[in-house]
């Protein structure tokens, strides 16, 4: 019988265990995709809302088409209520995560447009910063998807789905092919 060496364990060894533990799991994934979702889809609503409405003290779209006019935008009212509608629904829809990944590279392009336009001058604080921080959240989305918890998942527009059962042939099938 061979004894097994036990390897020393180092003074913090302990700490790494539970992190890995929870880092490995398809679970933290859905939890992440969950939260960016929630607080996305929070931030797009509320924005949204102010351009669209005129919520939460926001222009509304006539003051939204006049900033966008001044800023040099094109087609300011177009653009206005492409923006306004862009996030005030791609919010709600990132918030139960229906069309994650596809309303997430529109709200990338949104916010780089926002950031050519109108807050790049200003510089990175107080100017372009919660562009930048919604972007990478956003990209962050885009790259894991909208995880479990969502209406991607439940209609089957996730990746990580299993196949169809038709759709993998059996293997008694494939050796029947395989004799005749």
Request: charged share 15%.
């Amino acid at each position: 019988m061979k004894f097994q060496k036990k390897e020393k364990m180092g003074m913090f060894d302990f700490a790494g265990r539970f992190p890995r533990r929870i880092h490995s799991s398809w679970r933290s994934v859905d939890t992440a995709a969950l939260v960016m979702r929630v607080v996305l889809g929070i931030c797009f609503i509320l924005h949204g809302g102010q351009k669209l409405f005129g919520l939460f003290g926001g222009p509304g779209i006539g003051g939204t088409a006049g900033f966008f006019a001044t800023a040099g935008i094109p087609v300011p009212e177009a653009s206005a209520y492409v923006a306004a509608i862009l996030e005030f629904f791609g919010g709600i829809a990132l918030l139960v995560g229906f069309l994650t990944v596809a309303l997430s590279a529109a709200l990338i392009i949104d916010m780089i447009l926002a950031i050519a336009t109108v807050t790049f001058s200003a510089g990175f604080f107080g100017g372009w910063e919660l562009n930048f921080y919604l972007i990478a959240l956003l990209a962050a989305l885009l790259l894991t998807g909208p995880g479990a918890w969502s209406a991607d998942s439940a209609l089957g527009l996730t990746r990580r789905r299993s196949p169809a059962p038709a759709a993998v042939p059996s293997q008694q099938e494939g050796q029947a092919e395989a004799r005749a």
